[in-house]
């Protein structure tokens, strides 16, 4: 699948961590004020008004509708379909596999996936292409993705051949959308309350879909174009030995010679593995010195609110039980320097010179 900038609390590689560069004073756990200065490691590249193309972020009646029809089916009752195919409304269980035309994106696939048919789950084309579909039977067609599609914009207008195995077919007998359903069942005052709150957290969410997709095309040009003077030799030598005693240590662990380990787990020669490793560290270095900089040029720092927020965002999203459990397998420093990325990237993201295509 096509590799894709996300904003870090959408991309969990991004906690293996960061290690600091150059000098700077001991900080308060959840803020950075970056007073030293990287210029003599890098010449940070223009890091605003990058061009990009992107797409008008929208929240349509229909995607209320969709909303609603969700929460109605989350407290349906489930019928079995036994006299006929699937029909609009109904709920379905799938798994499939989808190619697509692109160079970019080789393929997708999902087991055990649940959707009701016209809820928007998936394209509409997708979803029409399951009616009268019957259980255990087997699918094949092909759809364009729509344009745009904010669920995931890097499928937009896309063609994609699916192959669909249709497990079970439910028919939803659904509670009427009320006042006192939405009270009871959804937490709000009434069905206005609902649908302004659903409309506000769609526009959220919809932007920050689109901030990914804007930081997918802006982020790369900025690493490119910034040049590295000199590597900082102690924070470069523990990004690099932290890498080699961890696959040397897991390497014993599992009892096998070093060599033996490399061509098992990596397809690599030692002597190959060495030099990719040491350019690893130098990117990683290279990334870590530009999202710094750009920090200390913004004087962007992340406050406690901040902090908790995200770090409940990430637990929730990674399911992890509590911010706690989060802390517990990754350092407040790690986690901080990761929300802090975040920022750091959405901030090149909102200020691209962006052409609306559609």
């Known amino acids: 699948m096509k590799k ?38 890098i010449d940070l590249a223009d890091y605003k008004n990058i061009p990009a193309e992107g797409y008008e972020v929208v929240v349509t009646d229909q995607d209320i509708e969709d909303q609603i029809l969700m929460s109605r089916s989350y407290y349906s009752r489930l019928n079995d379909v036994t006299d006929r195919g699937a029909a609009l409304g109904d709920t379905v269980y799938v798994d499939y596999i989808a190619d697509f035309s692109s ?12 959707l009701t048919i016209g809820a928007g789950h998936m394209p509409e084309d997708f979803e029409n292409h399951l009616i009268g579909a019957l259980p255990e039977s087997d699918l094949s067609f092909d759809i364009t993705f729509p344009t745009p599609y904010y669920q995931a914009p890097e499928y937009a207008g896309l063609d994609a051949h699916f192959d669909v195995h249709v497990h079970e077919v439910y028919w939803q007998e659904l509670p009427d959308y009320t006042d006192d359903f939405v009270r009871a069942y959804l937490g709000y005052e009434s069905c206005k309350d609902y649908e ?34 000199k590597f900082p030799e102690e924070e470069l030598n523990e990004v690099y030995n932290q890498r080699l ?57 992340l406050s406690e609110e901040e902090y908790q927020k995200g770090a409940e965002e ?28 975040d920022k750091v990237i959405r901030l090149v993201a909102e200020n691209a010179d962006v052409t609306i295509k559609y």
């Open 4 to 41: 894709t900038i996300a904003l870090v609390l959408l991309l969990p590689i991004l906690l293996a961590g960061f290690v600091s560069c150059g000098k700077k004073e001991k900080n308060d756990l959840l803020t950075l004020k970056y007073n030293y200065d990287l210029s003599e490691y």
């Open 103 to 114: 160079d970019e994106v080789v393929t997708l696939s999902e087991q055990g996936v649940e």
């Open 196 to 229: 302004e709150k659903t409309r506000e957290s769609l526009l959220e969410s919809y932007t920050n879909k689109y901030l990914i997709y804007i930081a997918d095309q802006v982020w790369p040009v900025v690493l490119e174009n910034t040049v590295v003077k």
């Open 245 to 301: 005693e961890f696959d040397k240590a897991y390497c014993e662990l599992l009892g096998m010679n070093f060599q033996t380990y490399l061509e098992f787990y990596y397809g690599t020669t030692e002597e190959d593995y060495y030099t990719t490793v040491k350019q690893e560290s130098e990117d990683r270095i290279k990334e870590e010195m530009i999202i710094f900089s750009i920090a200390r040029l913004e004087n962007l720092s």
């Open 314 to 341: 990430y637990a929730k999203s990674e399911e992890y039980a509590s911010v706690e459990a989060l802390e517990a397998f990754y350092d407040k420093d790690t986690i901080r320097k990761t929300l802090l990325t």
